[in-house]
């Protein structure tokens, strides 16, 4: 047993309202700049839809993710190696620019400088942000099905309902949709990572993100073809791959990512989870595709459990760390209330950032029929019928199979259920905790974690700063933070976490990290010790 450890984030999609928020700050703060004009690395999508880049979950047509060989190992669907060096020069399998969009801006100067009383109002024409040319009819875009806005157009192209077999109907007023955030999964068997012919994409041993050294990448692109989720894109000024690095600069001194920061809703939670990275080739090449969500919830170890913290002091990973695994609101939602759910396993990257299914639409439903919208029995009766078809979210979180989708869900209502009970001031009935298989104090923790959580119990972050302990205020994204007087107003002294979560046994070797200050080619041996040594 080889034990590691990952960030991995989860969204309560229940809690998302469509406001793009997360991917306007997403995009200021990493993609705001020439040559990244298309990119996304936060999107949030109207399901139904086809997504963006357009139709990226057809992997008939883009070939991403892995496939399993009858002789039972794993390989990328685009081919091999011999595959990838004959096709090195022309890659077929690549999503153009009209599968993402001409991204444009407006002709203002033609408004600025019109002349006074002129006979025609001016009119700002879109020109593409390219090559600046004016664009005649703008007829695609990151969130063309926002809303539902598009869906009589392409709703039919959504490869889930096709996958599914499923008709939905496209009035309007009949139709469903929720909205599904991505980034990327920063998973445990990347794809982009194998496919990659200059080994510039690699993951992170300490924490599990998946990144693209800028200096070794010689923009082959194979990384694009090769995630499934094609949240790799190539920047046409850099002639480099980037996507999204799960702000690590902010992880490393504690604070959340800049999407997990600034959502309206609080839908996003972060933690760290244990896993045995010795069973994940064994794991992601389970033979049915519907016992993958299963078979990765083996690979995560219990953090509590002694003989995993003696493995995972073995493997020199900093007590800090096992700390937040045991606090992760990760492994909660996934282990202890059983709600999170991965997107895609089929494509047997092994994604880490899973999602808990939305439930909201049922209670309207339920009160429009003239029945108790909050009522235990009604709701999960109901859960079978309801307004967003089980079908349809277990062919995003489960390959297909409803029984862990309807599980979510009726553990989501039982609780709506129960704490209806107890906020207006009647006696809670365990029945209906009994009725999902849990208790009434578990049902309160879970709908304090979803509903009520505070900022430090949704983001459980070690830093890469060890004696700054976590919930310090004032602490800015590269860490200037005065560690001294912070230790002091806990009463911690400096010398007594660093040692330990570094790694080494010299207080001195271990200190703040000024992540704004790293030269190129330089190694800041407070943060990357030598282990040996």
């Known amino acids: 047993m080889k034990v590691m450890a990952q960030i991995a984030m989860i969204m309560n999609l229940d809690k998302c309202i469509g406001c793009h928020t997360c991917s306007v700050t997403c995009k200021q703060a990493w993609t705001n700049r020439e040559g990244t004009e298309y990119i996304w690395f936060n999107n949030v999508e109207t399901r139904p839809g086809v997504g963006y880049p357009r139709g990226w979950e057809d992997q008939d047509k883009w070939e991403g993710g892995w496939v399993r060989t009858n002789s039972g190992k794993l390989k990328p669907k685009a081919g091999g190696r011999l595959k990838k060096l004959a096709t090195i020069f022309h890659n077929p399998k690549l999503p153009t620019i ?15 400088s019109a002349p006074a009383g002129q006979a025609t109002q001016p009119t700002a024409r879109p020109i593409s942000q ?17 809303n539902l806005g598009g869906s009589n157009a392409t709703m ?62 010689r923009g082959w692109r194979m990384c694009v073809s ?34 997990s920061e600034t959502c309206v809703g609080r839908l996003r939670y972060l933690g760290v989870l244990l896993y045995d990275a010795d069973r994940v080739a064994e794991v992601a090449a389970t033979p049915n595709e519907q016992d993958l969500f299963e078979a990765q919830k083996t690979l995560f170890l219990d953090p509590h459990d002694p003989e995993v913290i003696a493995a995972a002091e073995r493997e020199n990973i900093p007590h800090t760390w096992i700390e937040a695994a045991q606090q992760s609101p990760i492994y909660d939602l996934i282990f202890t209330y059983e709600l999170a759910l991965p997107l895609h396993p089929e494509y047997r990257t092994l994604p880490m950032v899973w999602y808990i299914p939305p439930l909201s639409p049922i209670v309207d439903e339920v009160t429009a029929s003239g029945n108790d ?13 309801m307004r967003i078809p089980l079908e349809y979210l277990a062919g995003l979180f489960t390959a297909g199979d409803t029984r862990p989708v309807e599980k979510s869900l009726r553990r989501l209502a039982a609780m709506r259920s129960y704490m209806r009970d107890i906020n207006l001031g009647n006696e809670p009935r365990e029945e209906i905790a009994e009725a999902v298989g849990m208790d009434g104090k578990k049902i309160q923790q879970m709908y304090r974690l979803l509903a009520i959580a505070k900022y430090d119990d949704r983001y459980v972050i070690p ?12 602490l800015d994204p590269f860490g200037n933070v005065d560690p001294i007087g ?20 010299v207080p001195a070797a271990a200190g703040r990290v000024s992540l704004a200050s790293w030269n190129p080619g330089e190694r800041p041996d407070s943060m990357f010790p030598d282990r040996q040594g």
């Open 463 to 474: 830093t890469a700063s060890p004696e700054t302990p976590r919930g310090i205020q004032g």
């Open 226 to 259: 090769g995630c499934p989720y094609k949240k790799v894109y190539f920047n046409h000024k850099s002639g480099k791959a980037e996507k999204c690095t799960l702000c690590y600069p902010r992880l490393e001194v504690g604070q959340p990512t800049v999407c």
């Open 373 to 385: 919208g909050e009522d235990h029995k009604i709701l999960l009766t109901a859960l079978s019928t």
């Open 98 to 112: 009209d599968d993402y969009y001409v991204p444009w801006s407006y002709d203002y100067d033609k408004l600025l």
């Open 130 to 146: 390219l090559d600046g040319r004016p664009i005649d009819k703008i007829e695609w875009s990151s969130n063309w099905d926002d």
């Open 156 to 217: 039919d192209e959504d490869p889930v309902l096709e996958k599914m077999n499923l008709q939905v109907a496209k009035e309007i007023e009949h139709s469903f949709m929720f909205y599904l955030p991505r980034i990327c999964e920063h998973c445990l068997n990347p794809t982009c990572v194998s496919s990659c012919p200059s080994g510039a994409m690699y993951k992170r041993a300490e924490d599990g993100i998946v990144l693209v050294d800028q200096d070794h990448c």
């Open 486 to 505: 912070a230790a002091e107003s806990l009463n911690v002294g400096l010398g007594e976490g660093a040692p330990e979560a570094c790694g080494t046994g």
